[in-house]
């Protein structure tokens, strides 16, 4: 129901721009999440936005690199991704949880899971 893309091969320094597409049903009404997992590594919180685009929350590592937006008319939610890093490397996932929480880094109250979009960046 939740499908990542956009991502890709990049130098350090470089741009990307992640989309996470609904099908099925709509999640206009969930606060929408990225996390990314890289190898031997577990799942972590990147970014968040509220369910109306009000706030949005990022994880220190990417803060003032990564915006996270949304447009519920059309894709859920999109992760603009500057000056990436080598250590940027890794899965990226959107996910979906349920405007009744606002632990927005918290993996395990998630509730929807897209598959994952591969991004690398090259040194």
């Known amino acids: 129901q939740l499908q990542a893309s956009g991502g890709g091969l990049v130098q350090a320094g470089g741009s990307l721009r992640l989309f996470c597409a609904a099908s099925?049903?709509?999640?206009?009404?969930?606060?929408m999440g990225w996390f990314r997992q890289a190898p031997g590594k577990a799942r972590e919180f990147v970014a968040a936005?509220?369910?109306?685009?009000?706030?949005?929350s990022y994880a220190d590592s990417v803060k003032g690199r990564f915006t996270i937006s949304r447009d519920n008319a059309k894709n859920p939610v999109y992760l603009q991704m500057n000056s990436l890093k080598p250590e940027d490397t890794a899965l990226y996932y959107c996910?979906?949880?349920?405007?009744?929480?606002?632990?927005?880094?918290?993996?395990?109250?998630?509730?929807?899971w897209g598959q994952g979009t591969q991004v690398t960046v090259s040194s």
């Open positions: 996910a979906a949880l349920n405007k009744a929480y606002m632990n927005y880094s918290d993996r395990g109250r998630y509730d929807y």
């Open positions: 099925g049903r709509t999640f206009s009404s969930y606060h």
């Open positions: 936005i509220t369910w109306n685009g009000g706030m949005s």
